[in-house]
């Protein structure tokens, strides 16, 4: 079932802004996990950040996860147009299944 | 790093045919691999759950006898649908967990399939 909600639903930024994207979730979680999406493709997994964590790094990623307000942000900064796709967040609740968010789409303009 | 493939990327096939996808990790072992659906524009639905040896675990309101899987190697997963109907048509992705431990999935690029 899907838990997360995602916002903004969808986000069109020019090329050198950062992006930021929301997650809240609903249930107690293992970990969330970031995934990117483009067109009509598979999913590339972006970064995990477990229940004891606050904020992860990753190259032009950052995350951050507020486990009392069940909500996790995603920033992608000095954007890129290779960037543009769909991003999603997805809960694990400690049984490995994932719940994912309803994504965010991201366009970065040239 | 770890790769899942599955055939074939795309399918169309007519109404009350069956359609066999296949997802398969090609360098590591994957005891446990999750099977989910896309409509378009929205988000992934996890379908069921496949472990290797053992019947697949159903998320609610799939039907087990409509979405077959078979999980017969640590290396790959079958999902089957049967008697396809139009309202089928979606995109079928799978995923993978190494037998290692680790948390993270590893995506396939997913089955495009319509049903005429």
């Known amino acids: 079932s899907q838990q997360g909600e995602e916002d903004p639903q969808a986000l069109s930024i020019q090329e050198g802004e950062n992006a930021t994207m929301n997650c809240s979730y609903k249930?107690?979680?293992?970990?969330l996990q970031w995934y990117r999406q483009n067109s009509g493709r598979g999913l590339v997994h972006l970064i995990l950040?477990?229940?004891?964590?606050r904020e992860k790094h990753s190259g032009r990623l950052r995350v951050t996860l507020d486990t009392s307000k069940k909500s996790s942000s995603l920033l992608i900064t000095a954007s890129r147009a290779a960037d543009t796709a769909s991003y999603f967040c997805?809960?694990?609740?400690?049984?490995?299944?994932?719940?994912f968010g309803a994504g965010t789409t991201v366009t970065v303009r040239a | 790093g770890a790769v899942v493939s599955q055939h074939p990327s795309r399918v169309i096939c007519k109404s009350g045919t069956s359609v066999k996808i296949e997802c398969r990790s090609l360098?590591?072992?994957?005891?446990?691999m999750f099977w989910y659906r896309q409509f378009p524009k929205q988000s992934l639905m996890l379908m069921a759950t496949?472990?290797?040896?053992?019947?697949?675990?159903?998320e609610q309101g799939v039907e087990k006898d409509k979405f077959l899987i078979n999980h017969a190697s640590l290396t790959l997963s079958t999902l089957t649908v049967t008697s396809a109907h139009p309202e089928d048509s979606s995109f079928y992705i799978c995923?993978?967990?190494?037998?290692?431990?680790?948390?993270?999935?590893?995506f396939g690029p997913g089955t495009r399939l319509l049903v005429l």
């Open positions: 997805a809960t694990d609740e400690g049984d490995y299944k994932l719940s």
């Open positions: 950040i477990r229940s004891n964590e």
């Open positions: 995923s993978a967990r190494d037998a290692g431990g680790q948390e993270t999935q590893y």
């Open positions: 496949s472990n290797e040896g053992s019947k697949a675990t159903y």
């Open positions: 360098d590591f072992q994957a005891t446990t």
């Open positions: 249930t107690s979680i293992n970990n």
